[in-house]
């Protein structure tokens, strides 16, 4: 499979990252009422976190952010764009972001997700990550790189 160039995004991606994930969340977003507005400071993310960014002509087709814990890499948001979904990109990222924690010296990588995604905790979980933690809606996860 073809993956579209994966690098760090600039100030000027900030608008399309911001679509991008509109439309990604957009399913959930109709029907999860306390999904948080996963889309906001997408600029203040790109000047302060780890963002990196897949494009297709110049447009975002997929979006991380990545932002270091304590003796973690947290994934604070990854997100592709529903017309690219099944192609690998998300995959690409994920191993992308493993490559990133290890470089940094971290042996762990940690996320959390919503209840009320469950294609999402499996698509982690076969990708290595464990369930640890679940309080209210929210599915924390982690994987050790060690």
């Known amino acids: 499979m073809n993956i579209p160039d994966i690098r760090r995004a600039e100030m000027t991606d900030a608008a399309s990252l911001k679509a991008c994930i509109d439309a990604a969340y957009l399913k959930y977003a109709q029907h999860i009422a306390?999904?948080?507005?996963?889309?906001?400071?997408?600029?203040?993310?790109?000047?302060?976190?780890?963002?990196?960014v897949s494009t297709q002509a110049d447009i975002v087709i997929a979006g991380m952010i990545l932002i270091p814990g304590d003796g973690f890499l947290k994934l604070a948001n990854l997100a592709v764009h529903p017309v690219h979904a099944g192609k690998g990109i998300g995959r690409a990222m994920l191993e992308l972001a493993d490559q990133e924690a290890k470089q940094q010296g971290l042996s762990e990588m940690r996320l959390s997700t919503h209840?009320?995604?469950?294609?999402?905790?499996?698509?982690?979980?076969?990708?290595?990550?464990?369930?640890?933690?679940?309080?209210?809606?929210?599915?924390?996860?982690?994987?050790?790189l060690g």
Do not use: F
């Open 34 to 52: 306390d999904l948080p507005p996963v889309s906001e400071g997408c600029a203040d993310d790109i000047a302060m976190h780890q963002v990196w």
């Open 115 to 144: 209840t009320q995604m469950p294609e999402n905790v499996q698509i982690y979980r076969h990708m290595g990550w464990e369930e640890i933690d679940r309080q209210g809606n929210t599915v924390s996860m982690r994987k050790s």
